[in-house]
């Protein structure tokens, strides 16, 4: 039974859709989201593919360029391992493309536009089933206005099920070509009865490589491993993080409003004392006034006590008058008797 390499992997990916352009053209005739009638007719590789380096791990990404007979540019992407920098790479790598088509004296008008296709080995959107992400620069009002230049097509490997697409018979061979071979021990009949991917699948077969590639086969598979193992824990690191910032900025929030709290309760209190001095100054303001009150009633008792002195004293000088004219009445009586 014949054994193959992972098409996923530098080597195979290389020699399957950097050394055949008429494999490269069914790819992406099957996973480019052309019209109808803008399928790729022919393609020639506009340089030799090749590695780049990222900081996190070698040899993760392997890049194939070309160009259609149309003038479209085509950049093919394989990442093992999804981050936020590949993602800004693969528009670094697009917009170079787009920019280099032309010389200081050439016209705009001869740019063409440049797709990039990049298949990743990882899930990079959570909560949505959809593998296939069509990128382009569109209005956000109306989608019908788009900026023609730049198109990414993103797939998710990992979320990748042949039963869910029914109408695109090409790409699922294609993405189970790179899903099963290297990983299945018996491959479908399916994949071997299309002529492209049975052509690619013989590619892969291990007695194609030299020892040294072989070699160099196993050991991108130790560096992915570890690499996936660092991002794995710089993710989970990150998610410890950002739940530890929630958890501060909860607390803050709730010592933010419970300050809040605070000085509403300190600023209802002193509103509450103010009114009290309000009102301690009312009832001093009325007691003041009471007191006058009482002074000036006191005042008025004192003076009816001197009006009844004054009466007493006149009903006693008018009692002891009455009684002198009645001595001298009886007198007069006497006298005239006599």
């Given at each position: 039974?014949?054994?193959?390499?992972?098409?996923?992997?530098?080597?195979?990916?290389?020699?399957?859709?950097?050394?055949?352009?008429?494999?490269?053209?069914?790819?992406?005739?099957a996973?480019?989201?052309?019209?109808?009638?803008?399928?790729?007719?022919?393609?020639?590789?506009?340089?030799?593919e090749?590695?780049?380096?990222?900081?996190?791990?070698?040899?993760?990404?392997v890049?194939?360029?070309?160009?259609?007979?149309?003038?479209?540019?085509?950049?093919?992407?394989?990442?093992?391992?999804?981050?936020?920098?590949?993602?800004?790479?693969?528009?670094?790598?697009?917009?170079k493309?787009?920019?280099?088509?032309?010389?200081?004296?050439?016209?705009y008008?001869?740019?063409?536009?440049?797709?990039?296709?990049?298949?990743?080995?990882?899930?990079?959107?959570?909560g949505?089933?959809?593998?296939?992400?069509?990128?382009?620069?569109?209005?956000?009002?109306?989608?019908?206005?788009?900026?023609?230049?730049?198109?990414?097509?993103?797939?998710?490997?990992?979320?990748?099920?042949?039963?869910?697409?029914?109408?695109?018979?090409?790409?699922?061979?294609?993405?189970?070509?790179?899903?099963?071979?290297?990983?299945?021990?018996?491959?479908?009949?399916?994949?071997?009865?299309?002529?492209?991917?049975?052509?690619?699948?013989?590619?892969?077969?291990?007695?194609?490589?030299?020892?040294?590639?072989?070699?160099?086969?196993?050991?991108?598979?130790?560096?992915?491993?570890?690499?996936?193992?660092?991002?794995?824990?710089?993710?989970?690191?990150?998610?410890?993080?950002?739940?530890?910032?929630?958890?501060?900025?909860?607390?803050?929030?709730?010592?933010e409003?419970?300050?809040?709290?605070?000085?509403?309760?300190?600023?209802?209190?002193?509103?509450?004392?103010?009114?009290?001095?309000?009102?301690?100054?009312?009832?001093?303001?009325?007691?003041?006034t009471?007191?006058?009150?009482d002074?000036?009633?006191?005042?008025?008792?004192?003076?009816?006590?001197?009006?009844?002195?004054?009466?007493?004293?006149?009903?006693?000088?008018?009692?002891?008058?009455?009684?002198?004219l009645?001595?001298?009445?009886?007198?007069?009586?006497?006298?005239?008797?006599?």
């Open positions: 039974m014949a054994r193959y390499l992972d098409p996923k992997h530098d080597i195979p990916f290389k020699r399957v859709f950097g050394e055949h352009p008429e494999l490269l053209r069914s790819f992406l005739n996973l480019m989201p052309f019209p109808e009638g803008q399928h790729i007719k022919t393609l020639e590789y506009l340089s030799p090749q590695m780049r380096e990222m900081p996190l791990g070698k040899n993760s990404i890049d194939v360029k070309c160009v259609d007979s149309a003038g479209r540019h085509f950049i093919v992407e394989m990442q093992m391992c999804w981050s936020r920098m590949f993602q800004n790479r693969m528009l670094f790598n697009a917009s493309a787009y920019v280099r088509q032309l010389s200081k004296s050439q016209n008008r001869l740019l063409q536009p440049v797709y990039t296709l990049a298949i990743v080995d990882d899930i990079y959107t959570s949505k089933d959809n593998f296939l992400h069509h990128y382009r620069t569109v209005n956000r009002e109306n989608t019908d206005e788009v900026i023609e230049g730049l198109e990414f097509v993103v797939v998710e490997l990992p979320k990748f099920r042949a039963e869910t697409v029914t109408d695109r018979r090409m790409l699922v061979l294609w993405l189970r070509f790179l899903k099963e071979v290297g990983s299945e021990e018996t491959l479908s009949p399916e994949l071997l009865e299309e002529e492209y991917i049975r052509e690619a699948i013989s590619i892969c077969e291990e007695g194609a490589f030299t020892d040294k590639e072989r070699k160099a086969y196993e050991d991108m598979w130790d560096s992915i491993w570890i690499e996936r193992g660092l991002l794995e824990e710089a993710k989970e690191n990150a998610e410890a993080l950002e739940k530890t910032t929630r958890i501060l900025k909860a607390k803050d929030k709730a010592i409003e419970k300050n809040k709290a605070i000085e509403e309760k300190d600023k209802t209190l002193e509103e509450k004392n103010k009114a009290i001095e309000e009102k301690d100054k009312t009832l001093e303001e009325k007691d003041k009471l007191e006058e009150k002074k000036t009633l006191e005042e008025k008792d004192k003076a009816l006590e001197e009006k009844d002195k004054a009466l007493e004293e006149k009903d006693k000088a008018l009692v002891q008058a009455l009684a002198e009645a001595a001298l009445k009886k007198q007069d009586s006497e006298n005239r008797e006599s």
